[in-house]
């Protein structure tokens, strides 16, 4: 019996690698009341599942189920690059998703939306079978911009890219559908743009790529995330077009913007911080769902709203704006696009109408998922096949 015991003991030892390890070598564990029982991860999970499984119902175990897996990239073309990036990577089995839309579109319906009951929260519904609505042409898209993916279901991944004679990379990897705004933007030639919420960068630079934009203004609140969008942009935008006084760069307060420039671009991008549902199942840093950033979190609709309504103001009578994020969330969609809709009518005076993007979804269709039936606006969710997004986006334009 003492010798089974004294086996039991040696063998314990041997198993605690401490004792293999020098005494002044050693770290004490921290203590266990340091350590985050639930982290940020785990709270954004359980969130989703109580919010999107009632807003999404039988389509949210595949979204939930492509939101855990390895998210796919794009590669938006460098229009200032010399190399001929596209051939290569044709070769490899891509193809530019924006040249590959369907034909067959159906006219898109514009119409004013109408404010249906202060009781609802002035809801606001787009009719789909309205026989007065004005049947117009296709939905126009931003010419120039290229973006290839690999095909449904192909999960390979993009090499970094390489710089040419002139140090300008050949493609930015972003989430193809991220690219989406930048096409419905539909930037003409000698527009003025804004981009109120440009870093880290990659919406800005896909705006570039039309090579149509007569002046464009880039903002971010943060100074950090703008010294990191000046790197994105000396990195594939020639230097010369960077000091011709085409582009400006700013880290003004964006909810005040309406009191800075009023009435003065054509377009206006709006592309607002949220919750960034993929990234906050991912990483544990800077997750919005960390306990200690919960005020945070819940002002973000507050702080959605005074951006879009900045971005309606700065936008010129006759000009459009899109709003967009990276979350399913409806409270930071679409409830945020009809209280802005009927601020700036009450508050402001202005008038604006919803531009239909279905006729976009149509285009897209064999690249993206897309939600069913929504009331406002067109969204990517995250399918295993087709893993990109969520990408939210709701046109506007500013009537006279």
Known sequence: MALLMDTRLLLRKVKDLRCLTQRRHRVKEKWAVTRTKYPATTLALQNFDATYSVQ???????????????????ALLNNYCHDDVQAELQAKGCKDFPTDKEIEVQPCLEQEPEVA????????????????????????????IKCLVFPRGD?????????????????????????????????????????????????????????????LCVNDTSVSRTSRLRKVLQSYVPKPFLSEGKLRITSFDGTKWGEIERNTFDRVLVDVPCTTDRHSLM?????????????????????????????IEAACPGGEIL??????SQVQNLSVVEQAIHTAREDHGIHLQVVDLRPLAHMFRKTFQFAPNLPLGVMVVPHIAANFG??????????A
């Open 56 to 74: 999404l119902g039988q389509l949210w175990p595949s979204v939930r189920a492509a939101l855990l897996s390895e998210r796919k990239y794009g």
């Open 117 to 144: 009951g202060e009781e609802e929260s002035c809801r606001v519904s787009v009719e789909k079978s309205d026989p007065d609505a004005q049947q117009l042409p296709p939905l126009q898209l931003s010419p120039n």
């Open 155 to 215: 999960i390979t991944r993009f090499k970094p890219a390489r710089p040419d004679m002139f140090g300008c990379l050949g493609y930015y990897l972003m989430d193809a559908a991220s690219v989406l705004p930048c096409l419905a933007l539909n930037v003409q030639e000698g527009h003025n743009v804004l981009d109120l919420c440009a870093a880290p960068g990659g919406k800005t630079l896909a705006l570039l790529q039309t090579k149509s934009i007569g002046f």
């Open 283 to 311: 990483e544990d840093d800077n997750n919005i769902f960390s306990k200690n950033r919960t005020g945070e979190r819940r002002r973000l609709p507050q702080l959605q709203l005074a951006l879009l309504l900045a971005g």
């Open 323 to 328: 709003y967009s994020t990276c979350t399913l």
């Open 390 to 399: 969520p990408i939210y986006m709701c046109k506007l334009r500013r009537l």
